[in-house]
Structures are given as C-alpha cells and as structure tokens.
C-alpha cells in the first residue's frame, strides 16, 4: 500500500519562500509519475507541477520561474521549492503518485498561506 505524507506548508510573507515535500512509501516511486496540485477557496484543484519518472517536468504557467519540482529516488521524496510567493498562490497543496493511468494515490494536503 502507498501512503503519501506532505510537510513544509506554513504562513510566509509576499515574496518569500517555502519547500513542501512528499514523502512516498512503498516500492514504486521511482517508477511513477509525481505532481503537485493546489486547490484554493471556491476553486477547483489545479496542477501546480508535475516531474516523470526520468525527471521531465512541467509547469503551470503561472508558477514558471518561481516554483521548482524535484525528486530524490533514494529518499522516495518529492520537493516543491517556491519562491516570490503571492498571495494568490494561497492554497491547500496535494502530492499527487500517478503510477499508471489506473493507479494514483494522493497525499491528505498542507496548508500554504501567503499574507502580509
């Protein structure tokens, strides 16, 4: 069974800085698709940024530059290092393993507040 478990969510002021991780347990992670999606108050959930297996990775456009995704195998955790933080990227942020179009799990969410 994967069970995903996020950390690094907090309160930061207008261009600072956070690093959320997520941590995987299991066998698979490695071999899976890894992303991190956010859902705001009153807003569907969105795709924040994504990294493949082989480390390809993508981004929202409206976190290009600012967030950076990455993966360690070894410690079967992924990063999302954020900076120049805006309020508006005040959300509920998931981890999200995609190991095959008929296996994802999602992680319970950390808070990320960015306010003045």
């Known amino acids: 069974q994967v069970q995903l478990v996020e950390s690094g969510g907090g309160v930061v002021q207008p261009g600072g800085s956070l690093k959320l991780s997520c941590a995987a347990s299991?066998?698979?992670?490695?071999?899976?698709?890894m992303g991190w999606y956010r859902q705001a108050p009153g807003k569907q959930r969105e795709l924040v940024a994504s990294?493949?297996?082989?480390?390809?990775?993508n981004y929202a456009d409206s976190v290009k530059g600012r967030f950076t995704i990455s993966r360690d195998n070894d410690k079967n955790t992924v990063y999302l290092q954020m900076n120049s933080l805006k309020p508006e990227d005040t959300a509920v942020y998931y981890c999200?393993?995609?190991?095959?179009?008929?296996?994802?799990?999602w992680g319970q969410g950390t808070l990320v507040t960015v306010s003045s």
């Open positions: 999200n393993l995609r190991f095959s179009l008929y296996f994802e799990v």
């Open positions: 299991g066998s698979i992670f490695s071999r899976s698709a």
């Open positions: 990294i493949t297996s082989g480390a390809n990775t």
